[in-house]
């Protein structure tokens, strides 16, 4: 029984100390100029939420123009989950690749409400005729990332998604 009590006595004390170790900490010196820098950090990068957030929808050719894209670059930020929906506008082939997919969380691919879901990337999304594909995923990994569709990248079709 007295082990059980030196325990408990330890217990009691490590959580009656370390609340003071935590107020301490805010009294030091040096962090009179932190909430200036961290301010600014916040305001330039969005919070992450639970919540999924939508990516602006990638819009593969048009019905004037086979070779256009509606966005070229997009901006993330790590820890924050995407529904990211690319639509092919267009009678064009595209086989849309992106180095972004080996360095997220993949939760699910969706194509006409039918779901895929795996244990990995995939290499590239293709687009046999005009339609919408939704990604939903993580992003996890923080850098710049290219896509593009790789036969018409010298056309144009090709942009950066940069992971905050």
Do not use: C
């Amino acid at each position: 029984m007295s082990t059980f009590r030196t325990f408990a006595l330890a217990g009691f004390l490590s959580l009656a100390l370390v609340p003071s170790f935590a107020f301490a900490q805010a009294d030091d010196d040096d962090d009179k100029a932190a909430p200036e820098a961290k301010g600014s950090a916040a305001a330039k990068t969005p919070a992450v939420t639970r919540a999924s957030k939508n990516v602006p929808e990638l819009i593969l050719g048009s019905k004037d123009d086979e070779f256009t894209v509606n966005q070229k670059d997009f901006e993330l930020v790590a820890g924050q989950g995407y529904r990211w929906k690319i639509t092919s506008a267009a009678g064009l082939e595209y086989k849309f690749a992106t180095d972004l997919f080996r360095n997220v969380w993949m939760n699910q691919i969706v194509i006409n409400d039918l779901e895929v879901h795996m244990n990995g990337a995939p290499a590239w999304l293709e687009f046999d005729s005009p339609g919408t594909i939704n990604v939903q995923f993580t992003a996890v990994r923080p850098g710049k990332y290219t896509w593009s569709v790789p036969d018409l990248a010298d056309k144009g079709m090709k942009g950066t998604i940069t992971i905050k």
